[in-house]
T-cell receptor, first 109, second 112 residues
């Protein structure tokens, strides 16, 4: 069965410090992985996906199939990065998304 | 991209009553998804709404409790029936685009 694990419920960092939000997954097929973000009072929205290998708002995430991880990283945290972050896995064929439990990132000024 | 409008945005309901949540998408989609997000927890898929056929429910969710309608390719409703305080949650509508999922703003339901 597919599963997405985000071990940290809350991550607090100081502004300017590096950020790493952890995500591990279990899935028997070829995963498509995403990071979604929910800012205060806004709807859930896509931050980035592993396929595009892009950097959005300074965030990057690399899929490590050996470690079954898809950690989200940013070298210098900004206050506006404070939000809930969800790692998600798209189950190909079934077209369903499995979400992790989310990590609340709090950037301290 | 897809723009999803969901209503109501919030409601406070008496136990034992039912609430119907509406979801409108600005483009035609084959599948629409309904999620529940309980306080402090992740998003849990309730069911997949397919146009022209019965909705497909995930383990732990049943049609009698969460009946779904899907009259056309741009609209769906989710009803939360015979509500109890345990149904207090945020309910989200979602569709899948070519490479990402889009979400409505959610319906915050409080059952008293």
């Amino acid at each position: 069965a597919q599963r997405v694990t985000q071990p940290e419920k809350l991550l607090s960092v100081f502004k300017g410090a590096p950020v790493e939000l952890k995500c591990n997954y279990s899935y028997s097929g070829s995963p498509e992985l995403f990071w979604y973000v929910q800012y205060s009072r806004q709807r859930l929205q896509l931050l980035l996906r592993h396929i595009s290998r892009e950097s959005i708002k300074g965030f990057t995430a690399d899929l490590n199939k050996g470690e079954t991880s898809f950690h989200l990283k940013k070298p210098f945290a900004q206050e506006e990065d404070s939000a809930m972050y969800y790692c998600a896995l798209l189950r190909g064929g079934y077209q369903k998304v499995t979400f992790g439990t989310g990590t609340k990132l709090q950037v301290i000024p | 991209s897809a723009v999803i409008s969901q209503k109501p945005s919030r409601d406070i309901c008496q136990r034992g009553t039912s609430l119907t949540i509406q979801c409108q998408v600005d483009s035609q989609v084959t599948m629409m998804f309904w999620y529940r997000q309980q306080p402090g927890q992740s998003l849990t898929l309730i069911a997949t709404a397919n146009q022209g056929s019965e909705a497909t429910y995930e383990s732990g969710f049943v049609i009698d409790k969460f009946p779904i309608s899907r009259p056309n390719l741009t609209f769906s409703t989710l009803t939360v029936s015979n509500m109890s305080p345990e149904d207090s949650s945020i309910y989200l509508c979602s569709v899948l685009g070519a490479s990402e999922a889009f979400f409505g703003q959610g319906t915050r339901l409080t059952v008293v």
